[in-house]
């Protein structure tokens, strides 16, 4: 079956467009944008090519020339080595087949001799080549449940396609729900009411016409909160500048909120609406007519008192860990996520490597509702070790 580099942009729209033909008629499939697909492979967009990355795609096609697979693979050479220096590895991402494990393993085959002719002695997969917010892990539960904003469906074959080739478990990636009014227990207001009292910490919602103090104060809990994570790159201010500029039209400013210890951000919850379920009455192409849908999809959303919401991030200082700074946080944005009409929170994903974390979703609530999994492969002969455990 003919590989083909992705060069034009015939092919361009042929990758994009696969996982649409592939999917289309599942239930709980929503896609991902074809714009913020390409933007990964565009270096004027994606900074980590200038960081000195690298990426190629490719399209599997039959003897009819229809295309019938897709991969990506990237060495971002941030994070080749951050969790061991003596294993670079490369990532394998956007990865789409058929229910064939021969066509699978071609796929594999040319993104596995692509990293290792620069060097990579293991590949991890699949990934994204950019942060692990979004286009990362192969769905292996929760088919039923349609995905969240920057995550993949896949079929259950997946699973099977890549350990059926070799890789090994690296990480679990659980997606956790919980209803918003789900009773939190009493030590929860307990921690809001005491710090109240004392003033020693205030809880506010941040504002969109603010956007320099937003960027501000997310950088300065982020960095601190998770930059030094394995893995997890520091961020810039104008990173953070970027962020809060790409997504200010989907920003609902009654969902981010913040603690402060005096003057200092501290911590910080934030949430946006989850925007599959506007997506998903648009399609994968936000062109003019796209934008325009999107606005009329996005006004009748917010309209409803049933919506649902994407935690994207959740971090406390660690100067402050361990006060219930978290508890107090969560009991403070209960009613008033309620009163605005959401109904249920989906969170984004949360390693099996950070079981500080998990246990946090678990005192609130929260129940494993769908699992990712990112997968290694070793090019070397060596033990095979899982992702390291934050501790």
């Not at 361009?12 to 996982?19: S, T």
């Amino acid at each position: 079956m003919p590989l083909l580099e992705v060069l034009s942009k015939a092919q361009q729209r042929q990758f994009c467009a696969l996982p649409h033909r592939l999917h289309r008629h599942e239930p709980a499939y929503i896609g991902p944008l074809d714009n913020e697909v390409e933007a990964v492979f565009d270096p004027a967009k994606n900074k980590l090519f200038a960081a000195g990355g690298q990426a190629q795609r490719w399209l599997l096609t039959d003897a009819q020339d229809a295309v019938i697979g897709r991969i990506a693979a990237f060495v971002n050479v941030l994070t080749a080595t951050a969790t061991d220096a003596s294993l670079p590895a490369g990532g394998l991402g956007f990865f789409e087949c058929i229910n064939d494990q021969a066509a699978a393993n071609q796929l594999f085959d040319v993104a596995g001799d692509w990293l290792r002719a620069r060097g990579m002695l293991a590949v991890d997969g699949p990934i994204n080549f950019g942060d692990r917010d979004r286009f990362w892990g192969v769905l292996i539960d929760g088919f039923d449940r349609e995905p969240n904003y920057g995550m993949f469906w896949h079929p259950a074959y997946y699973q099977r396609l890549f350990e059926g080739y070799g890789f090994q478990l690296y990480f679990k990636q659980y997606t956790c729900w919980r209803p918003v009014l789900l009773p939190l227990h009493p030590s929860f207001h307990q921690k809001l009411t005491d710090f109240q009292a004392s003033g020693e910490f205030r809880f506010v919602h941040a504002r969109k016409a603010e956007p320099e103090k937003l960027a501000q104060d997310f950088h300065h809990v982020y960095n601190l909160a998770w930059g030094r994570h394995a893995g997890v790159q520091p961020m810039t201010i104008e990173q953070a500048r970027t962020i809060v500029r790409e997504m200010k039209p989907v920003l609902d400013e009654r969902l981010l909120t913040f603690a402060y210890h005096g003057d200092e951000p501290v911590a910080f919850f934030i949430n946006i609406p989850e925007l599959n379920q506007i997506f998903k009455h648009i399609g994968h192409r936000l062109n003019l007519v796209g934008k325009l849908r999107f606005v009329y999809q996005q006004w009748r959303y917010m309209r409803r008192r049933d919506k649902k919401m994407l935690g994207i991030i959740y971090g406390v200082v660690p100067e402050f860990q361990g006060k219930g700074v978290d508890q107090a946080l969560v009991a403070w944005t209960q009613l008033p996520f309620s009163n605005i009409g959401y109904r249920d929170i989906e969170m984004n994903w949360i390693g099996d490597f950070n079981p500080r974390m998990l246990v946090t979703t678990r005192s609130i609530g929260a129940k494993i509702i769908k699992t990712h999994a990112t997968y290694r492969k070793l090019f070397v002969d060596r033990p095979f070790e899982r992702y390291p455990i934050i501790r």
